[in-house]
């Protein structure tokens, strides 16, 4: 498998390039691609250092799969280039995520949408990831009518400067030094923002109206109504979800608990309630505190956990790759 990679110096480029190593990916060559100040410098892989380089046209030419990981405008630039070379690309920003005839893939939920694109395949939202894979188990019972959701959304969302201005003010406020806030929209650590992405007509975020527009799609439920308030939270990893969900029919919790726990990609936790720090650097979806929602007739409350760099954004792409390419 020849593969290439778009912002890899970035923090979801990285982790691409260690879960394709995580996962002992036969790769046959291995493109790294990032912006003209890193050319020249070199990244690891499989004990090997690899140049990166600048993509031009041609860059992607001989290559089988192309995984995005950078912005919506370059990836309109991107995009014509690795299609023309004839390689499958999934995108991980949002700029295709509507787009009909761009499928929009969680491998586990809808992975036989990916075989429909048409040399483009979006990677959905982080949030979107984790609280469908969460509630995936549910639907496969009973078809979702309604969901009320707030995320909880650690600071690596926002990328790697997301990182450096969390922990950058927690020194700062350690040292009784003036704070700066050029990441987020005021101080983020010790502090709760809900405000994430741009405020639209409806008052809702760019953010918040995702969990519909890319739910309705992904779960193949065209009335799927959604209200969700994302909020941007001092956790360096991981996002944590609280949601509320209305089913078309009665489940009891324990129906709820035994699909949730048999669903791949998901572990019903019960013991205890997950959190992001348990929740980082791994794959999988951790789910607790399923109830009984006291506002509905069919509704069920719970509270998930994920690594939003891995499964909300790379290791999901990467699960496409494997998915079109082991079928």
Known sequence: ????????????????????????????????????RSRGTT??????????????????????????AVSNAMSKVFRPMIEKAGAVYIDNSSAFRLEDGVPLVVPEINGEDAFRHHGTIANPNC????????????????????????????????????????????????????????VFPTQIAYNCIAEIGSFLDNGYTTEEMKMQNEGRKIMHEPGLKVTCTCVRVPVFRSHSIAVSVETADHLTVEEAKRAIAKYPGVRLVEDHTPTPIETSNQDIVYVGRVREDLTCENGLTL???????????????????????ER
């Open 303 to 325: 509270w998930c956990c994920g690594d939003q760099i891995r499964k909300g954004a790379a290791a999901n792409a990467v699960s496409i790759m494997q998915y079109i390419d």
């Open 1 to 36: 498998m020849k593969i290439g990679i778009v912002g890899a110096t970035g923090a979801v480029g990285r982790q691409m390039i260690e879960c394709i190593e995580e996962r002992n990916i036969d790769v046959e060559e291995l493109r790294l691609f990032a912006s003209e």
């Open 43 to 68: 990244l690891p892989f499989k004990g090997q250092e690899i140049a990166l380089q600048v993509a031009e046209e041609g860059s992607f030419d001989g290559l089988d799969y192309v995984l995005g």
């Open 127 to 182: 949030s979107t990831i984790i609280t469908y894979m969460a509630l995936a188990g549910i639907a496969s019972l009973s078809p979702l009518k309604k969901i009320t959701a707030v995320t909880y959304q650690a600071v690596s969302g926002a990328g790697i400067n997301g990182f450096r201005e969390l922990s950058g003010q927690v020194k700062a406020l350690e040292n009784n030094e003036p704070v700066e806030a050029k």
